[in-house]
Nanobody
Framework: VQLQASGGGSVQLGGSLRLSCTGS????????LVWFRQAPGKEREFVAG???????YYADSVKGRFTISRDNAKNAMYLQMNNLKSEDTAVYYC??????????????????WGQGTQVTVSS
């Protein structure tokens, strides 16, 4: 599956952004879908995950602020980000996996990646 991420940009502290990730080549409706992010000089880190059946998982740092969702009709996934903080500044990547894994937070588990979209939060 090919993934195309979009929706990044520059936003002020406390602002909101909605990232999108559209799939092509096969359906994402039964995939495990996740968002990771990578800040300069840091490792890629798990942000949010959506298990088939709609169970959702979040990094502690984004709980209560970010929401992951999917739209099967559009073969897409989203990350709604509210109350953005400076530490949210990073390149955000979407990824998909045919089967859910208990190691969903490990970026090595995913072979299908979007190209990344930059999110910059400034004061």
């Amino acid at each position: 599956v090919q993934l195309q991420a979009s929706g990044g940009g520059s936003v002020q502290l406390g602002g909101s952004l909605r990232l999108s990730c559209t799939g092509s080549g096969r359906t994402l409706s039964t995939d495990a879908l996740v968002w990771f992010r990578q800040a300069p000089g840091k490792e890629r880190e798990f942000v949010a995950g959506l298990r088939p059946g709609s169970s959702k998982y979040y990094a502690d740092s984004v709980k209560g602020r970010f929401t992951i969702s999917r739209d099967n009709a559009k073969n897409a996934m989203y990350l709604q980000m509210n109350n953005l903080k400076s530490e949210d500044t990073a390149v955000y990547y979407c990824a998909a996996r045919v089967r859910w894994t208990v190691a969903y937070y490990d970026y090595n588990q995913y072979e299908n990646w979007g190209q990344g979209t930059q999110v910059t939060v400034s004061s």
